[in-house]
């Protein structure tokens, strides 16, 4: 027997040669199509409203430019979108160097544009020069349309390749670009843009740019909207809390430019207990914050801390406040504008530049000084929340020894009422949170033991909207929640130790099982949003009815689909001998019922839980559970007409 180590054998792809010949270029946009997520994501939903996104960014540097007041966003009856601006036009005029036009090099050319020095741009979202030639070479047809120098000009492209010149199709006074585009089905999964997803976006981009009127419409539905708000980030913030009890009446403003770099920041103070803060740099939302919030919190923390000890409001306080005190029940959007901002990764998630730390935090300290010191009622009323949140921290630091000694906070003590699965491995496992005690013995006899774990829930949970996490760590509903799913909660959680692949909320198919799955949502946007942000909570949807017609049985998620069932079974409109029965709850349903209906992964349906839009999200938990009731009712009464049928999702 030889000791030498065997000859590694190599797949057989690998003996072929590889040399220059092999190497391969892809010339313009070839790259993008071949590669789109590179570049907007995915090619889901997500990636599909990038592309609005990328268009918009462009019209909106013109407005930071000051050359541009008025963007018209629509989607047209066919399914594409029109994004009109009013600014200075994309520049028509032959590019020597690349012999083609402006317009052609922007939309035709990766990393073109105009926004590489600072001539033509100071500021500015759109830094690589892909946006426009992303979009035209993901889309089916896209057309460019310039008003510039008393003339309407047009090009049209397919998939990215010039079809006409550029060439004046009339005059025109008017000055602007139209970009018009149909998303390509050879590289989209869907193409249907949803117009909630547009708006709300819309939206953002009017509060961050004061003074820009945005328009929106959506010529499928008839649907429309207008954006406009002089008071920019204070409007921003009223906003947010709508639906709140606020501190003090107006939102205090920062506003100042240092070294070049303009920064805005609002914020007020409400009566509840989350933390509630949205960062921008130069109108890109930076979901992972970054400097400006570092130097934001600081500035807020040193301020407040130094304000009670000179008031001598903190005489009776036995424990330092902490940073997280002074931003309970906070409010507040930062919007920093500077020329050469760094982001992480093309996604611009997390702003970089180290002097803007500095130049946030010396202008919030002075700003908010002169405020308390001018308003000494509402900085008095600022500083007992912040004792009282103090006050609850410690609290919720000692509910947590206990919990964490019962073992609860780990999963290491489960909850006795929780009917376990035998599969360890949370990749393959599923939790049904399942209304009543009715329906989740049902739940536990319909499910694959496998893989289905099922945990009944007693009751309407709390409402953390209005409450600290100290009552959430005393809550008797939450806890064998918590418990169960093993990954602890608030400063406790760890999402690696979650025993479940997907939480699945299972409620009853009424206004009570509706409310139930509001709370429930609430209170994992609050404590896990991890479990949201990453995909694993899900509602399950049960069916209405179940029509019947002898042994033939057809289950109804809607009235529509009862009243189809019924044609079906009734033949020529006889409808003898069917039967329609309304499911009142889950518990109404048999085991095999509840299993092929709901749980059963070949034939159910769940509508996963995501944060599209997380200003929208925020506002909307803020507005429908928190404490005032007529901006709940206004809301009510505006949207009751607007649906049939309302699953709650996607919130």
């Given amino acids: 027997m030889s000791d030498a180590a065997p000859e590694p054998q190599l797949p057989a792809s690998a003996g072929a ?5 092999t190497i391969q270029v892809l010339k313009g946009l070839e790259g993008v199509r071949m ?16 592309l609005i996104k990328e268009v918009v960014n462009n019209s909106v540097d013109e407005a930071l430019a000051g050359r541009c007041s008025l963007i018209e966003v629509t989607i047209t009856a066919a399914g594409a979108v029109r994004v009109r601006d009013n600014g200075r036009g994309i520049p028509v005029d032959f590019h020597a160097g690349e012999q083609k036009s402006g317009v052609e090099v922007v939309m035709t050319m990766l990393h073109a544009g105009g926004k590489f020095d600072k001539k033509a741009y100071q500021v500015s979202g759109g830094l690589h020069g892909v946006g426009a030639s992303v979009v035209n070479a993901l889309s089916e047809w896209c057309i460019a349309e310039v008003c510039q120098k008393g003339h309407r000009y047009r090009q049209r492209y397919s998939r990215g390749e010039p079809v006409t010149p550029l060439e004046p199709v009339g005059a025109t006074p008017e000055t602007g670009t139209t970009i018009e585009f149909f998303p390509d089905q050879q590289v989209f999964e869907t193409l249907e843009f949803d117009y909630d997803l547009v708006a709300h976006r819309l939206r953002e981009l009017a509060f961050l740019t004061r003074g820009l009127e945005i328009r929106v419409a959506d010529e499928r539905t008839g649907r429309h909207d207008t ?4 008071g920019g980030l204070v409007e921003f913030v009223r906003y ?9 009446a107006d939102p205090i403003c920062l506003l100042g430019e240092r070294d070049g770099v303009s920064i805005e920041a609002a914020l007020q103070y409400n009566d509840g207990y989350q933390e509630t803060i949205f960062t921008y740099a130069n109108n890109i939302k930076t979901a992972e914050g970054g400097t400006h919030l570092i130097g934001f919190r600081a500035g807020l923390t040193r301020t407040l801390n130094a304000y009670a000890t000179r008031a001598n409001l903190l ?4 424990f330092a406040v902490a940073g997280e005190d002074t931003r309970e029940g906070l409010s507040a959007v930062i919007s920093v504008k500077l020329p050469d901002p760094q982001f992480e990764g093309q996604t611009k998630s997390k702003l970089g530049n180290s002097a803007v730390k500095g130049l946030v935090e010396s202008l919030t300290s002075e700003t908010l000084n002169q405020y308390l010191e001018e308003n000494p009622d509402t900085a008095r009323r600022i500083i007992d929340k912040i004792i009282e949140a103090g006050r609850a921290r410690e609290a919720a630091r000692k509910a947590r020894e206990l919990t964490r000694r019962k073992g609860i906070l780990d999963g290491a003590s489960l909850p006795g009422k929780l009917a376990d699965c035998s599969e360890r491995d949370p990749e393959k496992t599923e939790i049904f949170l399942v209304e009543g005690d009715s329906a989740g013995g049902s739940a536990a006899q319909a499910r694959d033991q496998s893989f289905q774990a099922v945990l009944p829930m007693f009751g309407k949970p709390l409402n953390v909207e209005k409450a600290r996490i100290d009552r959430v760590l005393g809550n008797e509903k939450l806890l064998p929640l918590i418990s169960a799913l093993g990954a602890g909660i608030g400063e406790e959680y760890d999402f690696t130790r979650l025993r479940y692949g997907k939480v ?7 206004v009570d099982g509706s409310h139930i799955r509001i709370l429930m949502m609430t209170f994992f946007f609050r404590y896990m949003r991890e479990l949201i942000d990453r995909g694993r909570l899900f509602l399950a949807q049960p069916p209405l009815f179940l029509v019947k017609r002898g042994r033939q049985e057809l289950y109804a998620y809607n009235e529509q689909e009862r009243d189809d069932h019924l044609r079906t079974l009734g033949g020529n409109g006889d409808a003898k001998g069917v039967m329609v029965q309304r499911y ?5 349903m048999n085991p095999e019922q509840l299993w092929v209906t709901t749980m059963d992964p070949a034939s159910r349906t769940l509508l996963r839980v995501n944060l599209d839009d997380a200003v929208e999200a925020e506002h909307m938990f803020s507005l429908l559970m928190g404490d005032q009731v007529e901006p709940r009712r206004a809301f009510i009464e505006t949207h009751a007409l607007d649906v049939k049928n309302l699953d709650l999702h996607g919130a």
């Fill in 17 to 21: 040669e590889y040399n220059a010949e």
């Fill in 35 to 50: 590669r789109p997520a590179m570049y907007i994501g995915d090619t889901s939903v997500g990636g599909l409203h990038e």
């Fill in 227 to 230: 954006f406009h708000y002089d």
């Fill in 240 to 248: 947010l809390n709508e639906g709140r009890g606020v501190l003090h």
């Fill in 315 to 318: 005489r009776n306080v036995k």
């Fill in 504 to 510: 699945i909320i299972m409620a009853d198919a009424d």
């Fill in 584 to 588: 009142k709850g889950l518990g109404e």
